[in-house]
């Protein structure tokens, strides 16, 4: 039974690294003569409400510096970090293989603390496609969902596994140094600082259409990552002759341990 409930987790961390591994924002750089990105019915990507604040600066710290080191670890939120939430909302706009308009949405969230007990909660949902995973653990008990089918597991029987490195993981995606663009903006409830990310900023050797960081001076961790790109993929259904649109936004927020609601799965509680 212990190696049977290792195999139900280990589908679902499978589950989530694949859809990680389809989820880029950007794509093969473009050759002359090459399709144009296909549109959708002129529909632009959604971007985050950003609020100029006048006395940023007396609330929370002095303007970030002029440049920033990507390669700097003290930019990112680990999961070593105590309690922290973590959210990607991935946008694909293109065409199927017979040319009718397609829309495919990913998003994958997960919640850390480790009061009053260890608790970790994961969730991946696509809309437009099809695939979605849930996966909760609480102290000693663990309860994964795969396709609305509760699976109930001993947290003991997932030692060596870390459903973490399912996420996706901006540090090991961007390098180099990024240039302020932007001051004092409000974004997850931060004062930050906005930088602006070129194609030689991505590890990837793949186009880039923009990509910015906004960086919180109380911390000094990047609690957004923003990029438009466009890419060939077979993602969903998705045309792998055509370009399709990618929007791809990461939120990091650390909070209070504790201050999380990480409950039952409802499929696992009845």
Not at 72 to 91: K, V
Request: glycine letters at 8%; aromatic letters at 8%.
């Amino acid at each position: 039974m212990k190696k049977q409930n290792s195999i139900y987790f280990a589908l679902v961390i499978i589950l989530m690294a694949s859809l990680a591994c389809n989820i880029g924002g950007t794509a093969p750089a473009t050759e002359s003569g090459q399709e144009e990105p296909t549109t959708v019915d002129g529909q632009t990507n959604p971007v985050a409400t950003l609020v100029p604040t006048e006395d940023a600066a007396n609330t929370d710290g002095p303007v970030g510096s002029e440049t920033i080191d990507l390669a700097d670890p003290a930019l990112y939120i680990t999961s070593s970090a105590p309690a922290y939430t973590f959210d990607t909302a991935i946008q694909f706009n293109g065409v199927d293989v017979t040319g009718a308009v397609k829309e495919v949405s990913l998003s994958m969230t997960e919640e850390t603390q480790t009061l009053p007990q260890k608790s970790q909660s994961f969730l991946v949902i696509v809309t437009g496609g099809e695939g979605s995973a849930e996966t909760v653990v609480i102290g000693d008990q663990g309860y994964s969902v795969f396709q609305e089918t509760c699976f109930p597991f001993p947290a003991s029987s997932t030692e060596g596994l870390d459903l973490s490195e399912g996420m996706p993981n901006l540090q090991d995606e961007i390098t180099g140094q990024a240039q302020r663009v932007e001051s004092g903006l409000d974004v997850n409830g931060f004062v930050t600082d906005k930088y602006e990310l070129t194609s030689e900023n991505m590890v990837s050797d793949n186009e880039l259409i923009s990509s910015f960081v906004y960086v919180a001076r109380d911390g000094g961790f990047i609690t957004r990552f923003e990029a438009q790109g466009r890419s060939k993929t077979e993602y969903q259904g998705l045309d792998p002759n055509q370009f399709t649109n990618v929007s791809t936004v990461y939120n990091y927020i650390p909070v209070e341990d504790g201050s999380l609601d990480i409950t039952i799965p409802a499929v696992c509680a009845k």
